[in-house]
């Protein structure tokens, strides 16, 4: 059996190369697949219902593929959508698309899946323990689910289902991104443990090519193989590169996790066929016991100002980490006595993150740092926007003129590049869960409609 799979970037909106794009028409690929979103950017899009790239930017892509599916009238695979694949970032992209398809001509039988999550389903399966949490998961409560936006993720099944019923587009809401690549494989019978290691090879499209870009891949699947080749110009791919992807978003290289199963890649071979492909052997799938979806919740904590700062001043440097807490301590007695007790310092949280002496890291730097300037990021997050703006004028005005001991007098601590420093970030979200939903059948948290355009 041999099938081409055609992945033409690593994320809808993030834009490729046309030439590229038409090499993968040519090869005569059987199924276009595109991931839309991630929980990479954090939990703002799952949160708010807001996507990550402007409507513009995935409008501009889901033209040429959707031009492109026209073409080959093969099946175009979009998962995620609306970055977080909550059940209004469907809609979104498929309003987008209903406008392409009466601009440009087009006709398809259109396929969506929905993966919001109802508070009441989640609490009931709660309740009957057949919610699990996965490494490091936060301890959760039943109310949660009431104040959380959740989706659930989808293996292939629900796509299957929209393409055994002829569809042409499908629009999947949160799904493994693996699975917009190997439903369609699957379907015909193609080897499990190859096929999931493919998808997992091209899923961010053109990222394991050197150089790494939102460019396109073609995958050409066998018996007993499958062969990867790199699109755009000036891109090639080697055996390390390819085998390098299975770390990205993995702990472990060698296991990978699906709804269904795990891709057990320990003993896959990887070699140069030229310069742009490379072959992949020797992958098998393990089957689980059960079946489980991952759930992914974002709830809103607050409303967030932040200030921008920097000091070139080593005496103040050497200060900071002493003087900032005694500057939130008093920021706690001003703001009992600006707001007249009416806000409580509890829940505000003032922040200071200073850029150059190991903010980046979780841990302490192994080495000490000894920086000739700082940059220093102040957040204040409040309950509410115009609080958390009002506490951040005198927090900025304070930590402008800290009080140094070496210094007699009045000194300026940091240096503002924006006049106001105050800028209100708005909303700020978290993520709720990192749970699976364990007891269930593969598409009965996921609901479908289907429609011709």
């Known amino acids: ?26 090869a005569g690929p059987h199924v276009i697949a595109c991931d839309a979103g991630s929980t990479d950017s954090g939990p703002a ?3 708010s219902g807001t996507p990550k790239l402007s409507a513009q930017a995935v409008t501009r892509d889901l033209r040429l593929l959707l ?46 899946i929905y993966s ?6 989640l609490q009931h399966l709660y309740d009957q323990g057949r919610i699990r949490p996965l490494a490091n998961a936060p301890v959760i409560e039943r109310k949660l689910f009431e104040r959380s936006h ?8 629900p796509i299957q289902e929209l393409l055994r019923d002829g569809c042409d587009v499908i629009l999947a809401g949160r799904a493994s991104d693996t699975a917009l690549f190997a439903a369609l494989p699957h379907l015909n019978g193609a080897d499990p443990g190859l096929t999931w290691h493919m998808a997992k090879t091209i899923e961010c499209g053109a990222a394991c090519a050197i150089p790494p870009e939102a460019n396109g891949l073609l995958v050409t699947l066998h018996d007993d193989h499958f062969d990867v080749t790199t699109l755009a110009e000036g891109s090639r791919l080697t055996p390390r590169s390819v085998a390098a992807h299975t770390l990205y978003e993995n702990a472990d290289p060698f296991h990978i996790t699906e709804p269904s199963g795990t891709l057990d890649t320990t003993h896959a071979t990887y070699e140069a066929v030229d310069e742009r492909t490379v072959r992949v052997r020797g992958s098998r799938y393990i089957k689980a016991d059960g079946y489980t979806n991952k759930l992914e919740g974002a709830e809103l904590v607050g409303y967030q100002t932040v200030i921008i700062g920097g000091v070139r001043d080593k005496v103040v440097i050497e200060r900071l ?6 500057a939130k301590k008093y920021f706690d007695t001003k703001i009992l006595d600006v707001f007249d007790g009416q806000v409580d310092p509890d829940t505000i949280d003032i922040n200071y993150r200073l850029y150059g ?19 220093v990021l102040i957040t204040i997050t409040a309950p509410d926007q115009a609080t958390a703006h009002a506490i ?21 601590t940091l240096a503002y590049p924006y006049s106001p420093p105050e800028m209100d970030r708005g909303p700020l979200y978290r993520f709720t869960l990192n749970h699976v939903a364990t007891g269930i059948t593969p598409t009965e948290l996921f609901r479908t409609t289907t429609e011709e355009v």
């Open 67 to 112: 031009q492109a599916r026209e073409t080959l009238q093969v099946p175009l695979i979009i998962g995620s959508c609306g970055t977080s694949g909550r059940d209004d970032g469907v809609d979104w992209v498929a309003g987008l698309a209903r406008t392409i398809a009466a601009e440009d001509n087009l006709h398809f039988k259109f396929g969506l």
């Open 357 to 375: 002496t190991g903010t980046i890291l979780a841990s302490p730097e192994p080495t000490p740092l000894q920086p000739q300037e700082l940059g």
């Open 45 to 47: 899009a799952l949160g």
């Open 150 to 157: 959740t989706v659930a993720m989808m293996g292939v099944e």
């Open 321 to 326: 980490p002493e003087l900032l807490p005694m």
């Open 392 to 412: 951040s004028t005198f927090v900025a005005h304070a930590s402008s003129h800290l009080p140094i001991p070496e210094y007699d007098g009045l000194v300026s």
């Open 1 to 26: 059996m041999d099938m081409r799979i055609l992945a033409p970037t690593g994320a809808l909106g993030a834009g490729f190369d046309t030439a590229a794009l038409d090499r993968g028409v040519a």
């Open 116 to 121: 919001d999550q109802p508070a009441e389903r």
